[in-house]
């Protein structure tokens, strides 16, 4: 089963964005992710059981290394990923 995700993170510090580069650049070292990152929020594309063990993994380690902040996040079942509607 292939999952679709978008996410924004809200560190709750005045120093952002290294938090939230450090977790877009965590994720992208997973090689089994499509990751796509714009202004607004970082998407991932992927199998739902490695995206979720992923997700989990690295939220946790985000909150371990930069302290309290906010994940928002939309999940869709399905691989709505730029490459695959335009195939």
């Known amino acids: 089963m292939q999952l679709s995700v978008e996410i924004s993170m809200y560190p709750l510090k005045d120093e952002f ?10 994720l992208n070292a997973h090689s089994a992710l499509e990751v796509l990152t714009n202004t607004m929020s970082t998407q991932v594309f992927g199998d739902y ?3 979720m063990d992923v997700l989990k993994k690295e939220i946790r380690l985000s909150y371990e290394k930069f302290g309290r902040a906010i994940f928002v996040c939309k999940f869709i079942d399905g691989d709505l ?4 509607r335009d195939a």
């Open 17 to 26: 964005i290294p938090a939230i580069q450090d977790f877009i650049d965590r």
């Open 49 to 51: 059981d490695v995206v």
């Open 81 to 84: 990923s730029p490459e695959t």
